[in-house]
């Protein structure tokens, strides 16, 4: 702080030797002075940026959503991102609605009771490069029509 109006009181002085008036010379000063402690209060101070919220990464997200269209796409079949995204709901909504885990021998028959087999076939493979996209909408279907067993009507406990 000591230095910038040592600073603005050689700018008053020189403006003064070349011929400004006092009063001016002593506005130039004021001007010089205010101008560095600003500079040095906006340097020292804390950082006068926006803070960047925290990117979320939900699955699902809109994001996630953008990404998987695109890759849909592409020729050659579904790319196996867009599968696995697919297997990671599936094993998420059996594990949660429906205590099964998808990767369990044991089961099997119970997930084929909530799921068609073929989407089941298409969910345990571990590589099927060559899914189609109609097989694929198939699968999405499938897996967005989980549901728990108290959402069903009474219509449909019934034989």
Do not use: C, K, N, Y
């Given at each position: 702080?000591?230095?910038v109006?040592?600073?603005?009181?050689?700018?008053?002085?020189?403006?003064?030797?070349?011929?400004?008036?006092?009063?001016?010379?002593?506005?130039?000063?004021?001007v010089?002075a205010?101008?560095?402690?600003?500079?040095?209060a906006i340097?020292d101070?804390p950082?006068?940026?926006w803070?960047?919220p925290p990117?979320?990464?939900?699955?699902?997200a809109?994001?996630?959503?953008?990404?998987?269209?695109w890759?849909?796409?592409?020729r050659?079949?579904?790319p196996?991102?867009?599968?696995?995204?697919?297997?990671?709901?599936?094993r998420?909504r059996?594990?949660t609605?429906h205590r099964l885990?998808l990767?369990d021998?044991?089961?099997?028959?119970a997930?084929?009771a909530?799921?068609?087999?073929?989407?089941?076939?298409?969910l345990?493979?571990?590589?099927?490069?060559?899914l189609?996209?109609?097989?694929?909408?198939?699968v999405l279907?499938?897996?967005?029509?989980?549901?728990?067993?108290?959402?069903?009507?009474?219509?449909e406990?019934?034989?």
């Amino acid at each position: 702080m000591a230095g910038v109006l040592v600073l603005a009181v050689i700018a008053s002085g020189v403006v003064w030797f070349f011929g400004v008036g006092v009063p001016l010379s002593l506005a130039v000063g004021g001007v010089v002075a205010a101008v560095g402690l600003t500079w040095t209060a906006i340097r020292d101070g804390p950082s006068l940026a926006w803070p960047v919220p925290p990117v979320r990464s939900a699955p699902g997200a809109r994001r996630d959503l953008s990404e998987t269209a695109w890759a849909l796409r592409s020729r050659g079949g579904v790319p196996e991102r867009a599968l696995a995204r697919v297997r990671a709901v599936a094993r998420r909504r059996l594990r949660t609605l429906h205590r099964l885990d998808l990767d369990d021998p044991d089961d099997r028959a119970a997930i084929e009771a909530v799921l068609p087999p073929a989407v089941v076939a298409v969910l345990r493979s571990e590589r099927r490069p060559e899914l189609d996209l109609a097989a694929f909408g198939t699968v999405l279907t499938a897996v967005e029509s989980l549901a728990p067993l108290t959402d069903r009507t009474t219509t449909e406990r019934q034989p």
